[in-house]
Each structure stands twice: as C-alpha cells, then as structure tokens.
C-alpha cells in the first residue's frame, strides 16, 4: 500500500511539474520561434545560454537560483520584503524545475517551426497577412503537436528533477519534498527500502508515459506532414 507520505510526495511533484510546465511553456515558444525564424547578432551565445541546463549539473543551476534569489542576497531580499520570495518554497521547486525544463521543451517547439514548408508564410504574405496574422493563423496551429511534444518532455523533466530542487528549495517534507527527493531520504532512511522502491516506481510511471506521449505526438505530426 502506498502510505501518506508517498501520496503526499506524489501529489506534490505534480503540482510542481505542472507549474513548471505553464509557466515555462511561454517563454519556450517566444524562444523557439525566435531561434527558428531570426538571426541576429549572439544567437550562438544565446543557443549556449538556453541549452546549458542540459550540461552542466543541475546542482549549479540550484546554487545560482539561490544565490540570486535567497533571502540574504539582494534581489531575493526583495522579494522577501513583497512576500514573493521562492527559496524554501513549493514555488522554488517549480522555478528550478522549470529552468530545467526550459531547454527540452525549446529544443522541440523550435524544431516545429522549422519544420513549417515556408511557402505557406510567403504565400499568406501575398495575400496581405501582417506576420503576427501568419504567426497566429499558420505557424502557431501548425507547431502545435511540436508544443504539446515538449510540453510532455518538460513534464517529465520537470517531475523528475531531484539537483536544481534540493539545492534551491531544500528537502522539506510536506513543503518542497517532490517524488525524487522523497526517494533520496527513504533511500538514506534504515528500513526504507521498501519505500525506496514504490517511490522509484513512482517516478518512473509518469516519466515513461510522458515519454511516449511525446513520441506519439512526434511521429503523428511527421505522418501528416508526409515525412515518415
């Protein structure tokens, strides 16, 4: 039987995934838009910036996130003062597995919009079409099974994310203590390796079929473009 405090956990991860997920979904489409139609001076640079989450350990992403935004730095002190401080906080939890997140979901939504024939802009732009108009009308509805794609791989990071989280929001149970993190002390706990075990199953539940959802979504929008 899965006790209290794995419902607790479990309940908790997928809030905090499904923040993480809308709350970044935004900013990831304004990203891959803009990295797939544009080029600009330092689009290298910025290629580097969005995708280091995906490199460097998620650790350091959590350490800069406190170091930024704890209560004794400067901004974080800031945000303390109007009550919107993260550190410590179910919401940290979703920051930092958001940051996590971000590069996946970008990397998909981007590779949408490449994959939009451009002759549909071009000719929508003969007809008068501004490009908000096109972006709207064409691109958007066009890239919307790339978004939903990254929007299951943003879950599924998002769900699993254990460095960046414990780093920046602790390991507070009942508060910020997420499925992985929940695993991590049964792990560490005499006896708990039962409990270990459910909460790796746990895991892995939601992560696969966020996995397969993505795939589906992939190869669905390939057959109706006519690629596979």
């Known amino acids: 039987m899965i006790s ?46 969005v995708h280091a989450p995906l490199v460097v350990p998620p650790v350091v992403v959590g350490y800069l996130l406190l170091v930024l935004l704890a209560p004794n730095s400067v901004l974080g002190g800031w945000l303390a003062s109007t009550g919107l401080s993260p550190a410590f906080k179910w919401q940290g939890a979703a920051l930092a597995s958001g940051l996590m997140a971000l590069p996946l979901m970008i990397r998909a939504i981007r590779q949408a919009f490449e994959a939009e024939p451009k002759a549909y802009r071009e000719v929508a732009a003969t007809l008068g079409a501004t490009a908000r108009q096109r972006f709207w009308r064409i691109s958007l509805p066009l890239a919307v099974p790339g978004i939903l794609s990254g929007v299951a791989l943003g879950f599924a990071r998002a769900i699993g994310e254990f460095g960046a989280t414990i780093t920046f929001a602790a390991n ?28 790796a199953l746990l895991c892995l539940v939601p992560a696969f079929a966020s996995l397969m959802i993505s795939e589906w979504l992939t190869r669905r929008a390939r057959r109706k473009r006519g690629l596979s």
């Open 4 to 49: 209290n405090f794995e419902i607790e956990a479990l309940l908790l991860s997928f809030k905090v995934a499904i923040w993480a997920t809308v709350v970044s979904l935004p900013l990831a489409i304004v990203i891959g838009h803009t990295m797939a139609r544009r080029d600009f001076y330092g689009k290298s640079l910025v290629e580097v910036l």
């Open 172 to 199: 507070i149970p009942g508060l910020t203590q997420t499925l992985p993190l929940a695993l991590y002390s049964a792990a560490q706990s005499p006896g708990g390796e039962a409990a270990a075990a459910r909460l």
